[in-house]
């Protein structure tokens, strides 16, 4: 599995806006909807139609895109 990685440090963002733009760009560069994101513990949100999977070796921030 190929993984599309999106780092956003900005502490003005939700880790749900976060997500979001990151699925933008992986649309955007791939022509496909991602269907799972890893992401850090902290970082843990909501999304329709995305899985969003708290890993441990995933750093804050740090959102691993893949379908």
Partial sequence: MDYFVWYDESTL???AEKIH???VA???R???IPQLVLVHNDD???IGGLVVRSEHAIQRNNFW???
């Fill in 13 to 15: 963002k939700t880790a």
């Fill in 21 to 23: 733009e990151a699925s």
């Fill in 44 to 46: 843990q949100a909501n």
């Fill in 65 to 67: 895109l893949a379908i």
């Fill in 30 to 32: 791939f022509a496909r």
């Fill in 26 to 28: 992986y649309q955007a």
